[in-house]
């Protein structure tokens, strides 16, 4: 299935060899140097959308609490008189401001559709047919319905017709079809300045390896309700007893979760994720696996090496590392163990998974009913959502999905005002200027490490709007009756794309996201900072608003992102988007004792089971890092832009009070429990309300804002505050 996110995936190169990656565990599958600032969720329908006012500087001051002290709740005092007056709709798993946004840019786009939708179709330009052909195969289900399983025959029958693990290992390395073996073209985190192939293995079908590792009540529900959605799958395939099939291929997903898969937290450490494989060791790792054919069918033969994210760490590395049992107990058998799989179990099963995987990526150009199984596994079951996104919002992530970019220049070209990209790039050098100062005066850092640091942070690459050269997608044909041909097809124009980079200059123009997207990123071998024209307005920015509210919310997000060159991953890169240690033992042991405090802040917000249920401060260090340096030199940069001003009070609200009050409103959102729950396993990112309070309470300038004492709940002795950045 093509859904915005995976288009974003596909950007970014995380292709399974067969095409599009899983969508389910895509996101697993976004390299570790893309760090993404909100994990995208489903949004919900127009009609109960809830709205934001922003008043007339930024921030509607009547919302704020008459109830909720600063100092007693700061995420409450600013958001919570706006969550009681918009109840979680029924359309939605989650909703805050990153949905609002991303509302807007769905309708903002389809009413560019709806123009291109009208026109004759015989006048339509062949751009213009194909984004008007991808979208409009999308939403007639009438004719979806009748076609059936039709469209689908050639690739169940391919997959019914490979009866050995040669044959099944040569359709995994065919576009359009899934595959438990990933692979893509990247810039070399080692040496970036060429490309090179990733390897990895996934295999899961549900969304984390936790959820087969559950014993609870829940867990066992959860459990018995997606064999009965493969056994769904598998019978509309044809199976004579699909209930079986299920169970096989269950155990096989299990067997995976236990013994081959890692956790997240291990998977975000660069140091484990980066090993360099010759082919002859990948043969000698593969047994009858036949690894050297496959990855030449998909064009990856050619790479210089392979980098294999997830091969156990030898008896030295454990030691370099300090890696502790606890630590290693997560770290499953990785690729290797992978390969062990796919020759010992039955072609049979791998046949059943390659089936249900095809037919559940692609359940949205499928039948309604495959298109409602999903959704009740996945949205109703796991996210707690209660009814589907609608169809005609799916459709705008379908067409972008395919061609995004050409969407893109006429969203830009409607909706990006060029004074805003000016506007960005004052606020840019500004906090740029801040994290050079920060450097200067942190005491914990030496000499050496400055310099560097100093280095890296002059090679920062900001980007702004969109790319000057967005994609054509020369090629890529689509047709007007048949929507699975044409989600296989953007698959595979992405993944030639994708590895037609081998030997290739290295493309810094290329972007990860299109312009209408609500996010942004920091890539770590290219050390650039990226921010789509869709989040380049309210709650985040307007050339309207108080400088404050700019600064502390905007700001806050570029000095996140900045921030992501310097936590505890992406520090592991130099000036270049070398992945080397630049740093001395000192400082990088300075810096540790730091992050270990702010792990154990984290690591005591437990929203769930009466405290039972706590966020992982390991797991989301690097986003927690981002938001804390992200908000202090936020701060500073807005000094920097208003020194020798006098600042007014509006609505009796200082500049210093505002400036936090925009941050909080930035992560204004509510959310299911089932989804908030996914989200404890899956997310790297904090829950919302963490990233308010959590960060605020380390910064002395709240305190002295707010006027906020040891008798305040939110209170922290300065000896307790975290202060990296």
């Known amino acids: 299935m093509i859904r915005k996110a995976t288009f974003l995936l596909a950007s970014t190169a995380a292709l399974a060899l067969a095409g599009a990656a899983h969508a389910q565990n895509a996101q697993d ?144 390395s065919t576009s359009g079809y899934p595959s438990p073996i990933s692979g893509y073209v990247s810039v070399d985190a080692k040496q970036p300045d060429r490309y090179v192939a990733y390897l990895g293995s996934g295999g899961l079908g549900m969304p984390d390896r936790d959820y087969y590792l559950d014993d609870s009540e829940k867990g ?51 140091d484990l994720t980066y090993n360099a494989l010759s082919m002859d060791e990948l043969k000698a790792m593969s047994g009858d696996f036949p690894v050297a054919s496959a990855l030449a069918t998909i064009g990856l033969d050619e790479s210089p090496i392979f980098v294999v994210g997830n091969m156990p760490p030898t008896d030295e590395e454990i030691e370099e590392l300090g890696l502790t049992q606890e630590q290693l107990a997560n770290i499953g058998s990785g690729m290797p163990g992978m390969m062990q799989l796919l020759n010992d179990t039955p072609v049979a099963t791998l046949q059943a998974w390659t089936i249900k995987e095809f037919l559940s990526d692609h359940s949205d150009v499928l039948p309604t009913k495959f298109d409602e199984a999903n959704f009740a596994f996945y949205g109703k079951l796991l996210r707690g959502q209660p009814e589907q996104r609608p169809r005609w919002k799916r459709a705008i992530d379908h067409a972008e999905g395919g061609l995004g970019e050409l969407i893109g220049a006429s969203y830009v070209e409607r909706y990006f005002p060029p004074e805003n990209k000016a506007a960005m790039e004052e606020l840019v050098e500004n906090l740029r200027t801040a994290l050079g100062q920060s450097i200067d005066e942190i005491a914990w850092m030496g000499e050496e490490t400055k310099a560097k640091a100093h280095e890296k942070l002059s090679t920062f690459d900001p ?226 309300e963490y990233r308010t309070n959590g960060v605020v309470r380390n910064l002395g300038e709240w305190y002295e804002a707010f006027g906020i004492t040891e008798d305040d709940p939110m209170y922290l002795p300065p000896e307790e505050r975290v202060r990296i950045w």
Not at 30 to 48: F, N, R, Y
Not at 93 to 101: C, D, K, P, V, W
Not at 222 to 240: R, S, T, V
Request: proline residues 5%.
């Open 463 to 688: 980007k702004i709007g969109y790319r000057d050269n967005l994609e054509t997608y020369e090629g890529l044909e689509v047709t007007a009756d048949n929507p699975l041909a044409n989600s296989i097809a953007a698959g595979t124009w992405a993944l030639e794309d994708n590895v037609s980079k081998l030997g290739q200059p290295i493309d810094r123009t290329e972007w990860f996201m299109l312009p209408q997207t609500v996010n942004a990123y920091y890539n770590s071998t290219k050390n650039e900072i990226v921010f789509p024209a869709a989040i380049l307005q309210q709650p985040f920015f307007a050339l309207t608003n108080d400088p404050a509210v700019n600064y502390g919310a905007i700001g806050g997000v570029i000095g996140h992102e900045m921030g992501h060159g310097f936590d505890d991953q992406g520090s592991k890169s130099d000036a270049s988007g070398a992945l080397r240690n630049w740093w001395t033992d000192e400082d990088r042991a300075n810096f540790d004792a730091r992050t270990d405090a702010l792990v154990a802040q984290y690591d005591g917000f437990c929203p769930l089971d009466d405290g039972e249920t706590c966020v992982n401060g390991r797991f989301t260090l690097g986003e927690n890092i981002g938001d804390l340096g992200g908000l202090s030199l936020a701060y500073r940069a807005y000094k920097i832009a208003t020194e020798g001003q006098d600042v007014p009070v509006i609505d009796g609200l200082t500049g210093d009070q505002r400036f936090f009050i925009a941050w909080a409103q930035v992560w204004r959102s509510q959310q299911r429990e089932d989804n908030y729950r996914q989200r404890l396993r899956t997310d790297p990112h904090s829950p919302e």
């Open 29 to 172: 599958q976004v390299p570790a140097d893309i760090e993404l600032l909100q994990e995208q969720d489903d949004a919900g329908a127009e009609a109960s959308t809830p709205t934001m006012s922003f008043g007339t500087w930024g921030v509607d001051s009547d919302l704020l609490s008459d109830t909720i002290e600063p100092g007693e709740d700061f995420f409450g005092y600013v958001n919570q008189e706006w969550l009681d007056a918009n109840p979680l709709p029924s359309e939605y798993s989650r909703f805050g401001a990153f949905n609002l946004l991303r509302e807007k840019s769905t309708n903002d786009v389809a009413a560019l559709m709806d123009e291109l939708v009208e026109k004759p179709h015989d006048t339509l330009s062949d751009d213009e047919r194909r984004i008007v052909d991808m979208h409009n195969a999308f939403l007639d289900t009438d004719a979806i319905d009748t076609a059936g399983l039709v469209p689908a025959y050639p690739y169940l029958g391919a997959i019914a017709e490979a009866t050995s693990l040669d044959k099944l290992a040569t359709l995994w």
């Open 220 to 270: 066992r529900e959860i459990q018995a309700k997606y064999k009965e959605y493969l056994a769904m799958l598998l019978g509309e395939a044809g199976y004579a007893d699909p209930a079986a099939a299920a169970e096989a291929v269950y155990a096989m997903e299990d067997r995976i979760a236990r013994t081959i898969a890692w956790d997240r937290t291990a998977r975000r450490n660069r």
